[in-house]
T-cell receptor
Framework: NAGVTQTPKFRILKIGQSMTLQCTQD?????MYWYRQDPGMGLKLIYY???????DKGEVPNGYNVSRSTTEDFPLRLELAAPSQTSVYFC???????????FGPGTRLTVL | RKEVEQDPGPFNVPEGATVAFNCTYS??????FFWYRQDCRKEPKLLMS???SGNEDGRFTAQLNRASQYISLLIRDSKLSDSATYLC????????FGAGTRLTVKP
């Protein structure tokens, strides 16, 4: 099993551009999550999903959108990128809401 | 008060030392607990779950104290490769991560 995979690994965006961060898991997990982690800081939850077709906001959803059309995929969309969105983005999945989360390798995003 | 708190460190210890980290949580209804390890510029990786009776995995021991609302991680015989940031995670309907404790093991 590959676990949780994310693409791209790195990306530089200009202010106002848009992009989609891809996340795929092959563990048949129902729950998936998107976090951002700023340098030296903890994880902040952006959005999460408890199953295909169901998504909900986390702590810092502004400027982002998600969709969950399949169990495996949970893309994160950035619209109108801003310098404040410069961060490392981690996708994670878990079997249930109470079980351990497994993280992808992250996408390092810089907005200039 | 933060929902999950950790001493940020850094903890600087010599090889072979024993080091312990604590993580306090505010919600007494929290149900599941975990320790993660995060290397620089990498993703958090599950180190171990924390069970009510305490559990051990090699040099690592995790314990839960529900009365005082904290979990702990003990690392015995520290290795250079143990240098990392250790995150605790506590679930109370939502998974809440601590900001991490940084450990550096020196020769």
């Amino acid at each position: 099993n590959a676990g949780v995979t994310q693409t791209p690994k790195f990306r530089i965006l200009k202010i106002g551009q848009s992009m989609t961060l891809q996340c795929t898991q092959d563990m048949n997990h129902n729950y998936m999550y998107w976090y951002r982690q700023d340098p030296g800081m903890g994880l902040k939850l952006i959005y999460y999903s408890v199953g295909a077709g169901i998504t909900d906001k986390g702590e810092v959803p502004n400027g982002y959108n998600v969709s969950r059309s399949t169990t495996e995929d949970f893309p994160l969309r950035l619209e109108l990128a801003a310098p404040s969105q410069t961060s490392v983005y981690f996708c994670a999945s878990s079997y249930s809401g109470a079980s351990a989360q497994y993280f992808g390798p992250g996408t390092r995003l810089t907005v200039l | 008060r933060k929902e999950v708190e950790q001493d940020p460190g850094p903890f600087n210890v010599p090889e072979g030392a024993t080091v312990a980290f604590n993580c306090t949580y505010s919600n007494s209804a929290s149900q599941s607990f975990f320790w993660y390890r995060q290397d620089c510029r990498k993703e958090p990786k599950l180190l171990m779950s924390v069970y009510s009776s305490g559990n051990e995995d090699g040099r690592f021991t995790a314990q839960l104290n529900r009365a005082s609302q904290y979990i702990s991680l003990l690392i015995r015989d520290s290795k250079l490769s143990d240098s990392a940031t250790y995150l605790c995670a506590v679930n109370d309907n939502d998974m809440r991560f601590g900001a991490g404790t940084r450990l550096t093991v020196k020769p």
